[in-house]
């Protein structure tokens, strides 16, 4: 449900009538076809670190608003691709990484889980300087990789030549025809809502320090609900835009609930031997790899696996009692462990299309019109997330799990 309401928040935001104003004023901005695309995927990918399913929309719609402009003469299959890489490169580097998020979080955690890696904050996972700077090269390479590879002068194939309208979605409120009506046309509710919400978060960022708060996914997805309420002023609006989100979520529904299964047959059953699989897996890792070589090799198996199982973090649930355990075995940095996770996860999303649905849907194009463009980012990430894991990983050392304090009873 947390990554639904992520997919949901994002949306209800980026489709809100000020986000559409500010998405015209950007597009107003690139001067050439190739810029544009060098541009959406700069955009794309700075959003992603904040918001992975705002990312995605927002980036979206931004494309729709440069095919507008005719004089750009834009390929409109690399800028669509390009929207993507916020959600194929860096977004599980963000804030909106749940693997970040869930380790931060003790009342996120299954007991097993916790027990094995105690609470790891955001200081030592997405804003430690080796992932900071992780980031910030994937973001340099990929908006060189997108402006090189751009199709120019008559190889560009524009959303005309393609048969795309590109022209507004009419979000108009249809016309009262009850009386009862003018309560959801009415910003009223809404900014009693937000009120509220705005007191409820004032309480726990004063209680729990700003960096603790919205390192709770439910805070983080809490505060987007109230910022789309905000900005689509009616209720109405807001409703609208929620139902035409809805869809975009029906995968991970049907994903979550077999990964909780996997999670605690995983955890709970045992072998012969009393050892659980997840334990033996980990010992596993453990036999082949070294903490210089534990990057390296827990990237290579992230990667695969998101291929064939794609996942918004959620696999994290599954996977990080045997990986977290083999680490603390190795004595590999417990908060590089994850970012490891997150940066091989992102990976596969350059070649596997279940996340591109909500984007295809926008930008009305086929997976194999934009798969050529991210096939190439893959191509050039694979081996250069593996190599910068691997280097960056050796400037870490090793620190124990801490284990959230337990408050006295009376």
Wanted: aromatic share 10%.
């Amino acid at each position: 449900m947390q990554m639904c309401f992520i997919i949901i928040g994002g949306y209800v935001v980026a489709a809100s009538p000020p986000v559409a104003r500010i998405i015209k004023m950007l597009a107003r901005l690139p001067r050439s076809g190739r810029g544009a695309v060098a541009y959406v995927t700069l955009i794309s990918m700075l959003v992603s670190l904040l918001h992975w399913g705002l990312s995605l929309i927002f980036a979206g719609l931004l494309v729709r608003a440069l095919a507008r402009r005719e004089e750009l003469r834009m390929d409109y299959r690399a800028a669509s691709a390009a929207a993507y890489l916020g959600l194929g490169a860096v977004w599980a580097l963000g804030l909106s990484s749940s693997a970040a998020q869930l380790q931060a979080n003790p009342a996120s955690m299954t007991p097993a889980l916790l027990a094995i890696t105690g609470v790891i904050p955001f200081a030592e996972t997405i804003f430690l300087p080796q992932s900071l700077l992780l980031a910030g090269i994937l973001v340099v390479v990929s908006v060189s990789i997108a402006w090189l590879s751009a199709p120019t002068g008559p190889a560009a194939r524009t959303a005309d030549v393609l048969g795309v309208d590109t022209h507004d979605v009419q979000t108009a409120l249809p016309p009262r025809t009850r009386p009862g009506d003018w309560l959801e046309r009415s910003p009223l509710l809404n900014l009693l809502l937000v009120a509220l919400g705005a007191g409820w978060l004032m309480h726990e960022i004063s209680a729990k320090g700003l960096a603790v708060a919205i390192a709770n996914l439910n805070t983080y997805n809490f505060l987007f609900l109230m910022l789309g309420l905000i900005l689509n002023w009616r209720p109405r609006r807001f409703l609208d835009a929620v139902a035409r989100a809805v869809p975009s979520a029906t995968g991970v529904l049907i994903q979550f609930p077999l990964y909780g299964g996997i999670a605690s047959i995983l955890t709970s059953a045992k072998g012969a031997d009393g050892n659980s699989l997840a334990q033996q897996l980990a010992a596993f890792f453990t036999h082949i790899a070294t903490a210089g070589s534990f990057p390296v090799v827990m990237g290579v198996y992230s990667a695969v696996v998101g291929f064939f199982v794609p996942s918004g973090g959620g696999k994290w649930l599954i996977e990080a009692p045997y990986l977290m355990q083999s680490a603390n075995q190795l004595h590999a940095h417990l908060g590089w462990a994850v970012q490891v996770y997150n940066a091989a996860e992102a990976l596969p999303n350059l070649i596997n299309p279940f996340w591109m649905l909500p984007l295809l849907g926008i930008v009305g194009l086929k997976a194999r019109d934009l798969i050529g463009f991210s096939f190439l980012q893959f191509v050039v990430h694979l081996p250069l997330v593996l190599l910068l894991l691997w280097l960056l990983g050796l400037t870490l050392t090793y620190h124990p799990p801490v284990m959230p304090a337990i408050p006295l009873t009376h």
